[in-house]
């Protein structure tokens, strides 16, 4: 990453899903080589705060945000820059998956899924990352990096929404690249196999 911050300025890295799972392997991974780390929850602040706690180095903090609510994106980089600084690394790792067989769900069930799904799995991304990456430009660096899945690709017979979210965040991310690559802004897609997670182990 092209560095404009002083040396005694680590960089900060928000780190959306990072209470456990992937995402906390992610800031551990961050924290251990001097970046400074937001871990957001949306929902269990205990698992954050262990998170945080567990974290080499200091300077972290936690933020929470439910990114399945409409406009908590926009709040949520809003109140990172505000209380921690400019983010220099956006992860767009949170995610859900929900059943929602096409054979068996009811419609509601289905539309519902469909909704939380898309939601939490691709419009919020989409709104981090245009906020982030408007920010970044304007200091000629940063980077952002989505975390997608093997279900883009292989599909999800029991979960489509999950797999079409997925698809649509590589979608995303290929076409944000093309955009602020003349802006200095690196953005990247990530689509991981199989990882044992509390998320894949339910």
Request: aromatic share 6%.
């Amino acid at each position: 990453m092209k560095n404009n911050v002083p040396s005694n300025s680590p960089l900060r890295a928000l780190v959306t899903g990072s209470s456990r799972g992937i995402g906390r392997a992610i800031a551990a991974r961050l924290a251990g080589r001097g970046v400074r780390v937001v871990v957001h929850y949306a929902r269990n602040q205990s698992n954050a705060e262990a998170a945080v706690a567990s974290l080499a180095g200091s300077g972290h903090g936690i933020i929470s945000g439910d990114l399945s609510v409409s406009d908590a994106a926009q709040d949520l980089w809003s109140r990172a820059e505000k209380t921690f600084g400019p983010i220099d690394l956006l992860i767009n790792n949170a995610g859900i998956y929900e059943l929602h067989d096409p054979v068996t769900a009811s419609f509601a069930e289905w539309s519902e899924s469909w909704q939380r799904t898309i939601s939490t799995n691709l419009i919020a991304p989409a709104h981090l990352s245009f906020l982030a990456g408007q920010a970044m430009a304007a200091r000629k660096q940063g980077r952002i990096v989505a975390i997608s899945s093997r279900g883009a690709f292989r599909g999800e017979p029991s979960a489509p929404a999950y797999g079409a979210s997925k698809a649509g965040l590589n979608a995303l991310s290929q076409s944000l690249a093309k955009a602020f690559a003349p802006q200095q802004v690196g953005v990247f897609v990530v689509a991981p196999g199989w990882v044992s997670t509390e998320m894949a182990e339910d």
